[in-house]
């Protein structure tokens, strides 16, 4: 079974440019997590989606971070314009369903904004 | 708000020895999470923990699970070089986002 896949792996930007991470959850995982993790800390989660749908984005920096999962499967998470304290690390992770807690994650974006 | 708390922070242990990292959490909450995380590599799921009482092990690591005392704690036994990594505890409720510790990096020395 393929895992989560994301790309790219690696992004360098310069502050106020914009950037765009892509995310494919593992087949038949309707459940769709960004999350955020600083060096040194635990991830945190920016947005979860359920489907198409936006389940918790309480998290999300909406004045400069928006994602979308247009048809429930691929997801897009976008920031606009980056800050250098969004250096991070981007993970995607996807589950089952919302009542299948376990989550699988995917290797990961390093962003590093200069 | 549920924070999670982990202890040490860092642990830098022998081969061979023994030892135990805890992770508390502040309010109720149905399931507990244990990752390994390499460095430069995504996070790998280790135990799911969901009842009072609950243990489970898996080779040298062993995790348990008190929610009356809000505690888990992670034991390792023997440990190997191959152990090196950081290890995050998670927590939350029904369908709650997980709230993760700042995680444990443990590095094993001969």
């Known amino acids: 079974e393929a895992g989560v896949a994301q790309s790219p792996r690696y992004k360098i930007i310069e502050k106020r440019q914009s950037v765009a991470f892509w995310c494919n959850p593992i087949?038949?995982?309707?459940?769709l997590y960004w999350y955020q993790q600083i060096l040194g800390q635990g991830p945190k989660l920016l947005i979860q989606?359920?489907?198409?749908?936006?389940?918790?984005d309480s998290q999300l920096p909406k004045d400069r971070f928006s994602a979308e999962r247009l048809k429930g499967v691929d997801s897009t998470l976008k920031i606009q314009p980056a800050k250098l304290e969004d250096s991070a690390v981007y993970l995607c992770?996807?589950?089952?369903?919302?009542?299948?807690?376990?989550?699988?994650f995917g290797p990961g974006t390093r962003l590093l904004v200069l | 708000e549920l924070k999670v708390e982990q202890n040490p922070l860092f642990l830098s242990m022998q081969e061979g020895k023994n030892y135990t990292i805890y992770c508390n959490y502040s309010?109720?909450?149905?399931?507990l999470y244990w990752y390994r995380q390499d460095p430069g590599k995504s996070l790998e799921s280790l135990f799911v923990l969901l009842s009072n009482g609950a243990v489970k092990q898996e080779g040298r690591l062993m995790a348990s699970l008190d929610t009356k005392a809000r505690l888990s704690t992670l034991h390792i036994t023997a440990a190997v070089h191959d152990l090196s990594a950081t290890y995050f505890c998670a927590v939350n409720s029904g369908n709650t986002p997980l709230v993760f510790g700042k995680g444990t990096r443990l590095s094993v020395i001969a």
């Open positions: 989606f359920q489907n198409n749908g936006v389940v918790d």
């Open positions: 992770a996807s589950s089952l369903d919302l009542g299948r807690p376990a989550q699988y």
């Open positions: 087949s038949g995982h309707a459940t």
């Open positions: 309010t109720t909450s149905d399931r």
